[in-house]
Each structure stands twice: as C-alpha cells, then as structure tokens.
C-alpha cells in the first residue's frame, strides 16, 4: 500500500518537477503524478534512492537522462542552501531507524519551505531573500572568504544548465523533426480535439565557435576565476570554444581547459606565465590574435566574446581598428565588463569609447546574474 506524502513534501516533490520543466524535461501532469507516486513508495532514505526514484518517471529518452543530474543537483542544492541559511535547526538524530529516515525526509523535503530569512550577522543580505538570490547578486569583488566555495558550486550548476538549455533549444519546423505536442494538441482544438495536422519542431543549429579573451590584467583580479568558471562552463554549448589570456600579452589556453575537470584545468591555468594581474594592452592583444589566430574567425558561425574593464594603456586607434576587423568575420561581438555593474559607471575611457561603435552586445559580467543574462544573447 502506497504511503501518503505529508503536504509539505509533496508541494516540495511538485515543485521539483515543475523546476524540471523549465530546464527542458518534457514531462507534464501524468509524469508529476508519477514522481508523487514514486516517492510515496520508495520512501527517502536516500539521497540517491530519491534521485533514481524521480529519473525513472520523468525521464523519456537518453537526453533527458543525461541531463536529469544536472537539474536533479541544483535544486535540492539550494533546498540544503535554503535550510543552512535558515535559524532553523536540522532534527537531531535519536539512534533509531525511525527516527534516521525521518530526519533524512526532513531534510529533502521541508528544507524548501525553511524560513528564507538569512543570517544578519554581518552577512550582506536582502531581507526575505534566499541564499541563492542573495549570492547570485553579489558583486564577485565584495565576497566574503565563507561565501566563496557556496558561490563556485551554485555558479558551476547554474552556467551548465544554461549551456544545456542553450544546446536543446528547439525551432519551429513545416515538416520532419520531433512531433511538438503541446503545438498539436493546441491546433486540434477547433477540429474537436483531433490531432489532423502534426506539428514539428527540429533543435536549433548549435553555434560552431566561441573565440573568447578574457583579461587577467590587476584591475580584472577580483573578476578573473570566476570567468574562468563561466567559460568553461560554456564549453558544453558551442562545438568549439577558443579561449585566450591577455594582459600585456595574449596567450592561448583552450587546450588547458578541454578535456579536464575544472579542479585540473584551474591548477593548470595556474602555472602558465601569462602575466596574471600585470598591465594591459587590449589593443596590442587584439592585434596579435588578428595576426596569428584570425583562422579560428569563420563567419557568421562565430561568436567573439572579450571579457574586460576596458583599461587599456594602449593607443586607443589601435584598439578600434582590430576591433573592426573582427566584427567584419563574426556573427556577434560581444564585449562583457564587471564595472557596468557598478551604479556610478560610464564607460569613457578612450579605449572603450573608440571599442563601442564596433561591439554589439556590451554587458555587466560582476556577478553571476549578469553571466547569466547573457543566455538571451547566444
């Protein structure tokens, strides 16, 4: 016999599978039922006995399984993130199995509905806020050493969510493809509920290429690891993501970030001499890639993407005139600068004034919100 979910718990379970749906499940009422049914009988004992519960009902084919992980993480990560912010104690362990199972569930389940008020021990937070808004917000250059670790898992879940949803984007087809019920069942109406016209839909071409540079001069320092994280994370969308260094000098490292994991990568990226928190010449990097790397530029595939406060002790034409030649062989250029996220900021210098007639997309890039903004661009 089926055990009944606590009201509390279902609404967690429920929301969860709603979660997966704008994440790009295609499950819908009976796959919700499903999940309800599910849980109810095997019980949470375990983290993993819920994860492979909730996958089995809700997931259709191989990509939905892939992807399921990814989803599954993130939001019971923020569940946990909710209830440590909390004041609320977690249940204390009484030794029996009873009572181990029920401290387990409580944790999964009323954890999504612990109270949002956060610690205003000097933590900087935004009353009624979760913990995930309030770090999503923050200006990377005022974190707090405790937020760091919180902040690098909860961004590296979020960029690859964005990047997968990005990859399983689908268009509007006239003919062949994946049958797209939702359209079907809509355009049935009129004939009485009778689904005579099929509607198609087939996935949106993936961009080919990202040529990335990512300035690593002092200024940028406060700024720098996280970008790393953010393209890397990008990795998982384009089919070719070309990332470089630049401070005084461009290097090239997108060998270092392939085919790693991002623990490897960043030691990796630690001991390349790239001149980390030195000077920079944006316009002399620029020049340099034209020179040696222009190949990696093919057209309208291509997206160029410079990750830069814009301080450049170079000549401002300089800086203009290669920037000129990029945008004349890509599709977009994209110009991402932390300051913008400062209220007070205008981008005046000479570099930039001369670099903006040429970008197409000039955007923050201080906090995680503001990376993730750049979804509706790609």
């Known amino acids: 016999m089926l ?22 499940l295609s499950g819908g009422v009976q796959e919700t039922l499903g999940a309800l049914r599910a849980v109810a009988s095997l019980g949470i004992g375990h983290r993993d006995d819920l994860k492979s519960g909730l996958r089995s009902v809700m ?6 399984w892939d992807l399921f992980d990814e989803i599954f993480d993130t939001f019971w990560s923020e569940v946990e993130l909710k209830r440590s912010a909390s004041k609320r104690p977690l249940p204390r362990n009484e030794g029996t199995a009873a009572s181990s199972e029920k401290q387990r569930s409580d944790s999964l389940l009323s954890g999504a509905h612990a109270g949002e008020a956060l610690d205003k021990e000097g933590r900087q937070a935004v009353a009624g806020a979760s913990a995930r808004e309030r770090l999503c ?46 359209r079907t069942i809509r355009s049935s109406v009129s004939r009485g509920g009778n689904p005579v016209d099929l509607q198609y839909q087939n996935r949106k071409p993936r961009p080919r290429r990202l040529v990335v540079l990512l300035d690593i001069s002092g200024s940028m320092s406060p700024y720098s690891l996280f970008l790393v994280r953010f ?35 960043l030691q990796a990226l630690s001991g390349i001499a790239t001149g980390w928190s030195g000077g920079t010449k944006i316009g002399a990097s620029l020049r340099d890639f034209n020179y040696r790397h222009r190949r990696k530029l093919v057209g309208s595939d291509t997206f160029f993407m410079i990750l830069s406060d814009g301080w450049d002790t170079g000549e401002p034409e300089v800086l203009a005139a290669e920037l000129a030649q990029i945008k004349r062989r890509v599709r977009k250029l994209i110009w991402l600068n932390p300051l ?39």
């Open 137 to 182: 917000k923050a200006d990377f250059s005022t974190l707090r050493q405790d937020d760091l670790l919180a902040l690098e898992q909860l961004a590296l879940r979020l960029l690859k969510l964005m990047s997968v949803r990005l990859s399983r984007r689908r268009r509007i087809a006239n003919s062949r493809g994946t049958v797209d019920l939702r």
């Open 59 to 64: 997931c259709s084919c191989k990509e939905e």
């Open 3 to 24: 055990r009944i979910l606590p009201e509390e718990g279902a609404k967690t379970i429920v929301g969860f599978c709603r979660f997966a749906r704008q994440q790009g």
């Open 340 to 378: 913008l996220g400062l209220a007070d900021y205008r981008p005046v210098t000479q570099g930039l004034s001369a670099a903006l007639p040429h970008v197409d997309v000039f955007a923050p890039a201080h906090n995680l919100e503001s990376l993730l903004a750049l979804e509706k661009h790609l």
């Open 231 to 265: 393209i890397y994370a990008l990795q998982r969308h384009f089919k070719q993501v070309d990332t470089f260094l630049f401070s005084t000098d461009l290097v090239e490292v997108t060998k270092v970030l392939q085919g790693r994991r991002l623990p490897q990568a």
